[in-house]
């Protein structure tokens, strides 16, 4: 098979990484990849939402399946552009279409979806410019701290956790009145607050089957000890000890098979991966969340602790067979830890020369913000590498993890130590 993978960032590298070990996969392209990616496949120079240009692609390289590794194209109908064209319908999309998509691109839909089909959630309100004077009346009542989340895409920045009365009305204003974060914040999602501690689930579903892939938790805040500014994330472990078989058949049984039968209900077809964002709340899961994609940096953890042929399991989303597949899970702990630019999460440093990952160890160094030029590779992104590495036990893979994130250098380079040594 000749496969395509959607993307440049960690994420994609792992799938990347993954992919290239299948005897499934003759060849591989990556567009547009990075610095790293091309050790697996042929990256092309092309952007996600060019679909023009990937119809191009997929026509001339003979692609048989695509794997859409962030959501902006997916949340755009890169689905529905394959199914929509000639000569494209016959080309398995891994990755939902654009109506199922909303389930990431709009979280006023996802939260209608869950109270529709009785998955545990936080409660809820919505506002719109129009409706801003009840909303600051409703923030009165809810309830503090108190979460502001636009309703559309905001590049993982638009929510907000609000600690005062003062500070929620002021954000709920600037959300709706003077578009905050563009036309993202054109509804707000007001919602009540929940205690406890966040879990990355991931199902790969073919509209009618799933498989459960490996948990992950992720680190969002830049700095030690989970304070400081939210970033895209800055490190994941999977297992997750508190996820156990008895936490995870809760997971399955109040979330998993409402959210796939639910779908189904609402003649939502839907083939690729559900990202479900939980809280684990004194033992119950509640869902903060959907994504309609993996999470980075928690696929490079949950990559490598899958043993069975990845393809295989691409190829049973595409076919409707997912049931009849093999899911093997390694036993061992992954851990990542995600190397950032300086000044990352706000203006950082780019185009610094990056040494030292041959020195690596015993992790996989999964290029992220990347690229090549004459004076070799260079940092281009806010996150530039993730090194994962899979161990016996959780305190010798977070140490190996920390250890070969040390031995690479650029100028500005930044990495939390503490990454899963809350879960020791």
């Keep these: 098979m ?7 960032g960690g994420r994609e590298s792992a799938f990347a990484w993954k992919i290239a070990q299948s005897p499934k996969c003759e060849k591989l392209f990556i567009a ?4 790293g990616t091309h050790q697996y496949g042929t990256n092309v120079n092309l952007k996600v939402t060019d679909f023009e240009g990937i119809k191009q692609l997929v026509i001339s390289e003979k692609i048989d399946l695509v794997l859409v590794g962030p959501e902006e194209p ?9 199914l929509a064209d000639e000569q494209l319908k016959g080309v398995p999309v891994v990755g939902p279409q654009q109506h199922a998509a909303q389930l990431e691109g709009s979280k006023d839909f996802s939260k209608q979806f869950m109270e529709k089909h009785n998955i545990p959630t936080a409660a809820y309100k919505t506002f ?8 600051l009346t409703y923030l009165a009542t809810a309830g503090l701290p108190v979460v502001l989340k636009a309703d559309g895409l905001a590049a993982g ?7 005062t009365l003062e500070e929620a009305q002021l954000e709920l204003t600037q959300m709706l009145a003077e578009a905050k974060f563009g036309e993202a914040s054109s509804r707000v999602v007001v919602e009540q607050f929940l205690q406890g501690i966040e879990l990355s689930v991931f199902v790969m579903t073919d509209g009618t089957n799933y498989k459960i892939l490996p948990e992950a938790k992720d680190y969002k805040r830049i700095g030690e000890g989970d304070t400081g500014l939210n970033t895209g994330g800055m490190g994941s472990v999977s297992p997750v000890p508190f996820a156990d078989a008895g936490y995870m058949k809760k997971v399955e049984e109040k979330v998993i098979i409402p959210t796939v039968e639910g779908l189904k209900k609402d003649n939502i077809p839907y083939k690729g991966f559900i990202f479900i964002g939980l809280m684990n709340s004194e033992g119950e899961p509640w869902v903060i969340e959907y994504n309609c994609r993996m999470g980075d940096p928690e696929t490079e953890s949950v990559m490598r602790r899958i043993d069975s042929d990845f393809v295989d399991l691409l190829q049973g989303v595409a076919e ?4 009849e597949k093999e899911l093997i899970i390694s036993p061992k702990t992954a851990a990542t830890v995600v190397m ?25 160094v999964f290029h992220a913000g990347t690229s090549t030029q004459e004076d070799g590779v260079i940092s281009t992104g806010g996150r530039v590498l993730a090194i994962t590495t899979l161990q016996n036990d959780m305190f010798t893979a977070l140490q190996q993890a920390t250890a070969d994130a040390s031995r690479i250098y650029y100028d500005g380079m930044y990495f939390r130590k503490d990454i899963g040594f809350d879960l020791l």
């Design 157 to 163: 920045k638009g929510v907000l956790i609000c600690l």
């Design 32 to 35: 547009p990849g990075n610095a």
């Design 2 to 8: 000749n496969i395509l993978i959607l993307g440049s």
């Design 320 to 323: 409707g067979n997912l049931n």
């Design 340 to 364: 950032v630019a300086g000044g990352y999460p706000g203006e950082y440093l780019k185009n610094k020369v990056i040494t030292g990952t041959e020195n690596v160890r015993d992790s996989i």
């Design 128 to 135: 719109t410019k129009d409706t801003l004077q009840e909303g």
């Design 74 to 82: 997916l949340v755009k109908g890169i689905h529905d552009f394959f």
